[in-house]
């Protein structure tokens, strides 16, 4: 089965590109500041310096004389970072209300789901923004209100799998073989929900990603943390003078986001083969 | 490098041009300014901002006006004496000038503005008015002022924003604040007030009877109110306004735009103000308390940098507390230049031990941010842990007025005087929480205190000068805040508008003189 699922997402080209570009990108996370170990925040050179124009500046400065490079390779952590532990947060929070409400249903039911629309109606940027103007702009709460306004559609989902996996034989089999409830859940249904809550989650990751470029971009990041978001941020103001300053990291955030889909594709077509087969 | 290069020679046509010019004024037109932020009044002798005095300055005049060096020049005085013993002020008021609803303006007038109303309703002339005794009008061209002691900045506060005209027919024994007339301003100046459509424009128009003979040359000047700054660049580019006072773009919209044909940058007209920016430095406690931690502060910071790369080259490096634009100013003072050995060498002799410096950057815009992001830059180079902590204006003046910080960008203007201006900056009798304007670094020093004091009420120019260089000299060594630079706020204009800035008080003071050559 899982063999299986492993060569559909083999054999589907675009998951195979995405993985490819993801890799790469969570290499330079991790061997970029090996390659530059200097702050990407050190002005290294005048100002506005064009990509290839000068060696060990490939991509030019920026409105400080910054290199972009450098930026650019240290912000790939940031950006892996926020989308990776905001959406493992959006989880831990998504996923037992979800499954309790989908458990229990009635009255609990009710509640938790009243209370994830409380959520879900308020738009989630507007709502990140409001949550980042209330708290101190750091990476700590950029990744939590991220994962505050990303969990209810992890909620609505895990709810309605439970509610679909709660009825079938094998759970009955378990309650009457005096399963605590704890287990069923953990043991017996959520392993099964499983397959969508994973393309779900690479999804969301990309969202992750794309909602701290948008807060870093409207100046609402950890101002002390490069990344790509607060690099097209700053070179907005020289849109039209510098283009390349925002065109750079903007062609980045599009291949790690563009990945990130690809992938979940890929793992929506491997993980539920019936349904995939349908909707070609 | 080519973007510095035009830009520079934009300057140089400026300046060129800024020079008397000799052609005939003509006159006419309509002249189309950006006002940013939009007032809240227009009515001068309440409100005293920035905005308002920039569109209330042809509206309202006062008795005098400063050239470049702050030499007072006449306005709706035409002469002045000044006693012997500095303590009696002798004004002789122009002839033939009327208010704009047709009534005479006299020396009752003046009593009134200055010792009834504006005492009444301005906190900066009233800290002044405490020296003088009485005021009086002898007759109709002529006022008189009396002051207890001599008080050096005397002759520095007859401008239009700190003390307009007001006339008395219509305010006197009415309720300042509330008098309807505020929407409908009423002046001695050189253009009217007709119309002002809220969140669009301001519309004045040419003061037909007016005293000067010929002027003022515009026939109508519109205040374009155009909220979002990339708006008021494309504004001026599309040709909808003629002028961007200063601050109206963002700096690094600045080389495009004076790039443009016909366009000619002055930074002329706040030598007045003196915009003077620094870092506040907290000495109250943390790592700032200790003198050698804020002088390895302020040899890290590489201003020239700041200057060329965020201000575009308009401005000057500060020397010290004291503009070079304002009076009493000593550039031979200790040396706070550029020095990273030095300040790694004051550093090692602080008691800094690695905490973290909480750096509060001015939320006023991109170029206030990316400075702090090349201070905080500059300070990690020297051996400082810093970290930027984001702020909303609200949010900057609560953390500033309550102390809590360790370094925090700002800037004051200066008025022209030590005494206006600046001292209020380092006494510790201005030292108070919940402010974030006066002495927030909390610099305690007597010795410089009694000497502020001294200075103020001195009736000598040249022993004020000796007792500002004791004080600069003092101050700087000191280094209770990092002063950083001189800001220039460049006017940009079309070359065709003429004499737009002809006083150290810039466009703020009306646009008497303006035409428009075709």
Known sequence: MMLDGFKRFARNRG???????????????????????????????????????????????????????????????????????????????????????????????????RFTEFFQTIPSFALAIVLLAIFQPSLFYVILAIAIVSW????????????????????????LSGQGTLQIITRQILPNAL??????????????????SSLSFLGLGDPNVMSWGYMIGTARTVMRTAWWLSFIPGVAILL????????????????????????? | MRRTLTFTTATAIALALSLPAFAEPQAGGRLNLIIQPEPPSLMMGLVQNGPTQMVAGDIYESLLRYDENLEPQPSLAKSWEVSEDGLTYTFTLQDNVKWHDGEDFDSSDVVFSVDVFLRETHPRLRASLVHVEKIEAPDPSTVVFTLKQPFGPFLGIFEAGTMPMIPQHIYEGTDFANNPMNNTPIGTGPFKFEEWERGSYIHLVKNEDYYMEGKPYLDEVYYQVVPDGASRAVAYETGQVDVLPGGSVENFDVPRITAMDNTCVTDKGWEFFGPHSWMWMNNHEGPMADKNTRKAVMHSLDRQFALDALWNGLGKLATGPVSSSTRFHDSDTPSIDYDPELAKQYLADSSYDGETIRLLPLPYGETWQRWAEATRQNLIETGFDVELVATDVAGWNQRVGEWDFDLAFTYLYQYGDPALGVSRTYVESNIAKGSPWNNVAGYVNPEVDALWQQAAVSASAEERQELYSQIQDTIVDDVPVAWLLELGFPTIYRCNVKDLVTTGIGINDGLRDAWIER
């Open chain 1, 195 to 212: 397959p969508p809550i994973i393309v779900l989650a690479s999804l969301m990751v990309a969202t992750a990603i794309l909602l701290e």
């Open chain 1, 256 to 280: 790690t986001v563009l990945a990130m889909n690809l992938i979940g594709e890929g793992l929506n077509d491997a993980l539920n083969p019936r349904l995939s087969r349908k909707s070609r």
């Open chain 1, 15 to 113: 998951a195979a590109i995405g993985l490819v570009i993801l890799l790469f990108v969570i290499l330079t996370a991790i061997l970029g500041p090996l390659l530059y170990p200097d702050s990407p925040w050190k002005m290294v050179q005048r100002p506005f310096l064009p990509p290839f124009t000068m060696d060990g500046l490939p991509l030019g400065t920026d409105a400080l004389g910054r290199d972009v490079m450098a930026g650019l390779v240290h912000g790939a952590r940031i950006s892996l970072l926020v989308g990776l532990v905001s959406t493992v947060v959006a989880l831990l929070i998504g996923v037992p209300i979800g499954a309790l409400a989908g458990y229990f249903g009635g009255f609990i039911d009710d509640a938790l789901m």
């Open chain 1, 152 to 175: 209810p559609p992890v909620a609505r989902l895990v709810r309605g799998e439970v509610l679909s996996l709660r009825s079938r034989e094998y759970v009955e089999a378990a309650m």
